[in-house]
């Protein structure tokens, strides 16, 4: 089983009520020790990685402007850059990955290269990049464009963008670099080519100014659920992060996608697909759902509605909340909006709901247990091929991960469900172990 960590570098993560919850530092995301905090504790549960989420824009989708979201503290509302955060997490942590939501629609490919290519080594092999196209417009307008791209052209672009990036990764041979001091051969030229690409969206001649790195570039993740972007995952990612709020439908996109690897000359194995939890652990059961409850009641619909606005790129704010989600074409994230849609039906959900729903935890699965039960739940999603593994997101920070380590990890380790140690010196060793 394969574990990995959600964060943003802001004050929420998929619950957008974190930064309200009464054990969260609410003004700690500013500061290292928080983020140094969260990483030793994660890295102590042997965590194969944790990555930070990200967003290149305050929400401004809902009610047409920053007002709301910013004034009540969406998911938007406030996020550092990762990348900054793991060169630090790379000096204090040894073992853990490292990942980086970075946006293939709005970075280029040279310059991207380079991040990841510095990660990895100063990581000593423990980089990933969670690939993402973006979704809105508050994005498209903080980058010189007036209309975001099409979903299609995001992938279109996305595409030339991760052929690119492998080629300047794969620009230096990993003997290529000699430092021959005594005759003062620097590098094997022979061994760095250009790469000379020439797309509809990229020229980059190349080579990278970066020696090969330990794993010869980051580990993809991608979270992309249309069906344009499980074909994306397919061809890139070593893994996939998805939500899926139930077994039958993990299962649906573990095999969709697991059957999509061989179109691109790829194994299923290669592909680890990680699915999104939010546990609640109590010493009894009762003690774990009085958690979540603690937590659900901090609940706002409409900061919920804010995010729904930022990442579907449609203003929620003129809809009737007592009234079931509309029928229309979203330009975000197309995949989690049919999902949204489906439950609604089969719930019976109104807008309000819905809202509820997503600040609590966007659509990922509540699961509030003692320790044994979470391992149980967990144990059989892998053994009935819902996932290769989960994505543990937080419900407060920067302490929100320890009963899961202290108490879930163990009881996997003892069925032997998971790793005692790491094995293996890189990220994608791990993930392939
Ligand atoms: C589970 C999940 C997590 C995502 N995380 C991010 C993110 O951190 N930042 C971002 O800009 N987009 C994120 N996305 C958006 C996707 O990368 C993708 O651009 C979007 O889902 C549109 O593609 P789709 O229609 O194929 O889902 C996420 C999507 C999903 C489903």
């Known amino acids: 089983m394969h574990l990995a960590a959600f964060l943003i570098a802001g004050n929420a993560a998929h619950s957008q009520v974190l930064w309200r919850h009464p054990d969260s530092s609410p003004g700690g995301f500013l500061k290292l020790d928080y983020y140094a905090r969260i990483a030793r504790t994660l890295e102590r549960g042997k965590f194969d990685l944790l990555f930070?989420?990200?967003?290149?824009?305050?929400?401004?989708?809902?009610?047409?402007?920053?007002?709301?979201?910013?004034?009540?503290?969406?998911?938007?509302?406030?996020?550092?850059?990762?990348?900054?955060?793991?060169?630090?997490l790379a000096a204090l942590t040894s073992r853990i990955g490292l990942g980086a939501t970075r946006s293939t629609t709005y970075s280029q490919p040279y310059s991207l290269a380079r991040e990841f290519a510095t990660l990895d080594h100063l990581s000593a092999g423990r980089a990933a990049w969670n690939v993402v196209t973006s979704v809105n417009q508050g994005e498209a307008n903080n980058f010189g464009l007036r209309q975001s791209l099409s979903h299609d052209a995001r992938y279109d672009r996305a595409d030339e963008f991760l052929d690119v990036a492998h080629q300047l990764w794969g620009s230096w041979a990993p003997e290529a670099l000699l430092l021959e001091a005594g005759s003062g051969r620097y590098a094997?030229?022979?061994?760095?080519?250009?790469?000379?690409?020439?797309?509809?969206?990229?020229?980059?001649?190349?080579?990278?100014?970066?020696?090969?790195?330990?794993?010869?570039?980051?580990?993809?993740?991608?979270?992309?659920?249309?069906?344009?972007?499980?074909?994306?995952?397919?061809?890139?990612?070593e893994v996939v992060f998805g939500i899926q709020p139930d077994l039958p439908r993990m299962q649906r996109f573990y095999q969709d996608l697991k059957g999509r690897a061989a179109k691109f000359g790829r194994k299923p194995d290669d592909i680890k697909v990680l699915t999104a939890m939010m546990p609640f652990v109590g010493r009894s059961r009762a003690e774990a759902e009085e958690k979540r409850a603690r937590h659900n009641a901090l609940v706002d619909p409409i900061v919920g509605l804010s995010t729904l606005s930022s990442h579907m790129n449609v203003d929620f704010s003129g809809y009737a909340l007592d009234a079931p989600i509309?029928?229309?074409?979203?330009?975000?994230?197309?995949?989690?909006?049919?999902?949204?849609?489906?439950?609604?039906?089969?719930?019976?959900?109104t807008l309000a709901d819905i809202g509820r729903m997503y600040a609590s935890g966007v659509l990922v699965p509540q699961v509030a247990g003692t320790a044994g039960d979470i391992a149980d739940w967990m144990t059989h999603i892998v053994a009935q091929q819902g996932a290769d593994g989960f994505v543990i997101t937080p419900v407060h920070l920067p302490h929100g991960f320890d009963d899961f380590v202290d108490l879930v990890v163990p009881q996997l380790q003892r069925h032997g469900q998971f790793r005692q140690d790491y094995q293996g010196d890189t990220l994608r060793s791990y993930l392939q172990a």
């Open 188 to 237: 094997n030229a022979d061994l760095v080519s250009a790469i000379a690409h020439s797309g509809p969206y990229f020229n980059v001649r190349g080579p990278l100014n970066i020696p090969a790195s330990p794993q010869s570039g980051p580990v993809i993740i991608q979270a992309g659920s249309s069906q344009r972007g499980q074909d994306f995952a397919a061809r890139w990612s």
């Open 52 to 88: 930070f989420a990200d967003r290149l824009a305050v929400s401004t989708r809902f009610g047409g402007d920053h007002r709301y979201g910013v004034g009540h503290g969406d998911q938007d509302a406030t996020r550092l850059d990762p990348l900054p955060i793991l060169g630090a």
């Open 326 to 349: 509309a029928d229309l074409e979203v330009a975000g994230m197309q995949g989690l909006f049919s999902l949204i849609r489906e439950l609604s039906s089969e719930r019976q959900l």
